[in-house]
């Protein structure tokens, strides 16, 4: 505490002044050095603790701090040069960001690929808000802003000053009044001050990434994979900044090299650009478990006409044994089968120091070892029950491991509805869908399309478009057809209108897409739509 | 999407009332992947409408300016007021300027 002893009415006046750009009290975020005061302190003023007004009263992702900062330099003339915009937003990250836990529950929406999640509302208010909000907006974008009550009633403010078209466009409800309403349940579920946030921030330790890291993951239409990290500490970036090697091994033979640069947001928050073999450019996004050293998160190629992206664990050589990664997925019974496990610090075993949790599964044969990968037979007896299984390689544990099952009794392509763009010039590449089919196994009641069928591995499926009938006369087959390998659907048709379509329409539509294997039959529904001109905003 | 109370006077609205046209479920709003505009009625992403014109945006290029200027949807089409008050540079005639235009911001 500083102590200040006025002596006469000037000096005191004086002293008001000086305390109210000082810190007096408690933590100071952004002391007077800091890029952050530097930058934004000419309009969000200190307090007479030090607080930067509004900015210090909300939290956010890293990626929605990038959206902000940027609407500041756009809209509100923040004059912030180009290279000191990564570190403004490194710094509001490390102070004001979400805690790993919060961070999860929007992980989705931080990569930038074309996304297929679908979000669905839980409850009566997740409803209310959707009404509301998720018209143009994300329901994860909502949840990855954590303010203060004052500020989420200034995010409403924000869009009645910048868009208050909101008013007459959202006419069936009364906006005004509905988002007026929303401001305090939005508060308590995204509250700024969370003590599981402030915990977090007060044992959070700084890590190192330099090391080899070991990864295994899944992409959608080549298959799961496995490989290495090199990351070393990019002194000359500055602190957090990272020079990354990656080589990934797929199960059928190829392997694929890159090399880049990323950063550590937050202590946690990974996010990287590397460069490829075949001239590609690959952007990815994973969140640390500091405790077992372990990311978690995706990858996507930054042109998206393919659609290719990658869901992956890594974990730091030598951190805690543990294994990343288990396939095939689903084991059929009264076969053997070559299983894979993918780990860090995995000890060396014998057959009988890999136990599944449940006796019908038994390993025969131990056919590689190492620190990183383990490859064995697996017996699975006739009655071996179906389900899910976990495996125990020594001490370490991996619950849902992989799923047993007797037999396949039909396919289904994933994801059930599948979103394409069209493209409309370089600014604007198609957007293109991987569908996957996989084999579904009816389950104990014997039906399949219930809730207890038993998803199990890719197959190997023939594709083909179908029409999937609308309207009368309905022509979207006709132009949006092209072929399909592999599951993967890239749109051929542009946002130029067609001259001889009804009313000259671009080439969008509904169709369906069927996958056939073994006589057995799938399809899901297919919409290739106009391009997304404003992905900033989602 | 029938409205209680509501009742459909002409071929059209009763069209409309039929589910299968749409060939989409019911909560279209949220049955579509992220990223979709689900303000429009069965959303300006598919339209699959039962009779035609098939929709309120078709084709996207004809309502493109009108989405831009007086309707103004500053998540779906380049807003003019706030975001880009000169987007017209880029495409004075949408329909013929379509593979110019750039309006993704990527930092």
């Known amino acids: ?538 | 999407m029938k409205k209680k109370g509501l009742k459909a006077v002409n071929k059209r609205a009763r069209k409309m009332e039929e589910k299968e046209v749409f060939g989409m479920a019911d909560n279209i709003a949220t049955s579509m992947p992220i990223g979709c505009t689900t303000i429009f009625d069965t959303g300006w992403e598919t339209n699959p409408r039962a009779e035609t014109p098939i929709g309120n945006c078709i084709s996207s290029a004809r309502d493109f300016t009108s989405c831009s200027g007086p309707c103004w949807w500053p998540a779906q089409t380049p807003d003019n007021i706030t975001n880009w008050p000169d987007f017209q540079n880029q495409c004075r005639a949408m329909e013929k300027d379509w593979r110019n235009v750039n309006f993704v911001i990527k930092r």
């Not at chain 1, 939290?59 to 000191?84: G, I, Y």
């Not at chain 1, 994933?414 to 604007?428: D, K, N, Q």
């Not at chain 1, 890239?490 to 379509?501: L, S």
């Open chain 1, 1 to 538: 505490m500083r102590e200040f002893k006025p002596i006469g009415f000037i000096l005191g006046l004086l002293g008001v002044f000086i305390l109210a750009g000082t810190p007096v009290r408690g933590e100071v975020l952004f002391p007077d050095g800091s890029m952050i005061k530097q930058k934004c302190s000419a309009c969000h003023k200190p307090d007479p603790q030090g607080n930067l007004d509004v900015l210090e009263h909300t939290r956010k992702s890293t990626e929605e701090w990038k959206a902000v900062v940027d609407r500041m330099v756009r809209l509100n003339s923040l004059p912030l040069e180009n290279e000191n915009f990564h570190p403004v937003i490194k710094e509001l990250s490390d102070k004001l960001c979400l805690s790993p836990k919060e961070m999860e529950a929007v992980a989705y929406l931080n990569s930038d690929e074309n996304s297929q999640y679908r979000e669905i509302p839980k409850d009566k208010l997740e409803e209310r808000i959707f009404t509301a909000c998720v018209r143009c907006h994300t329901y994860g974008k909502i949840v990855s802003h954590k303010n203060t009550p004052e500020q989420w009633a200034e995010a409403r403010n924000l869009h009645l000053g910048y868009y208050p078209t909101v008013i007459p466009q959202m006419r069936e409800m009364d906006w005004a009044v509905e988002s007026k309403d929303l401001i305090e349940p939005l508060a308590k579920l995204f509250p700024f001050d969370n003590p599981e946030w402030k915990t977090w921030m007060q044992n959070r330790k700084a890590v190192d990434l330099s090391g080899e890291w070991t990864v295994a993951g899944y992409q959608p239409g080549m298959g799961f994979y496995e490989g290495t990290y090199v990351i070393k500490a990019d002194a000359a970036a500055g602190k957090d900044e990272y020079l990354i090697n990656k080589e990934l091994r797929y199960g059928n033979g190829k392997v694929l090299k890159s090399s880049g640069k990323g950063t550590l947001f937050s202590q946690f928050h990974l996010r990287y650009a590397l460069s490829n073999a075949d001239k590609s450019l690959t952007e990815g996004v994973f969140d640390l478990k500091a405790e077992d050293m372990a990311f978690q998160g995706k990858w996507w190629d930054v042109v998206q006409d393919k659609n290719v992206y990658g869901n992956e664990s890594f974990a730091k050589a030598g951190s805690t044994a543990k294994i990343l990664c288990a396939y095939p997925e689903a084991l059929q019974t009264g076969k053997t089968h070559k299983v894979t496990l993918i780990g860090a610090n995995l000890p060396g075993v014998k057959a009988a120091d890999i136990v599944f949790s449940t006796p019908g599964l038994t390993v025969t044969k131990v056919t590689q070892t190492g620190a990183t990968k383990l490859v064995c037979d697996v017996n699975v007896k006739a009655d071996a029950g179906t389900g899910v299984v976990g495996v125990k390689v020594g001490t370490i544990a991996y619950d849902n491991a992989m799923k047993v099952y007797a037999k396949m009794d039909a396919i289904k392509v994933l994801p059930e509805i599948g979103r394409a763009r069209v493209s409309c010039g370089p600014a604007y590449p198609a957007q293109g869908v991987q569908f996957v089919a996989r084999g579904i196994s009816a389950g104990p009641d014997g039906k399949v399309g219930t809730e207890d069928d038993i998803v199990l591995n890719p197959v190997d499926a023939k594709w083909s478009l179908a029409e999937e009938k609308t309207r009368e006369n309905d022509d979207d087959l006709k132009y949006l057809t092209t072929s399909v390998a592999n599951g993967l659907y890239t749109p051929i048709t542009t946002y130029g209108p067609i001259p001889e379509r009804v009313q000259k329409v671009e080439g969008v539509g509904l169709i369906k897409i069927v996958a056939s294997y073994n006589k057995l039959e799938s399809s899901s529904r297919l919409a290739v739509v106009p391009t997304d001109f404003i992905p900033q905003i989602k």
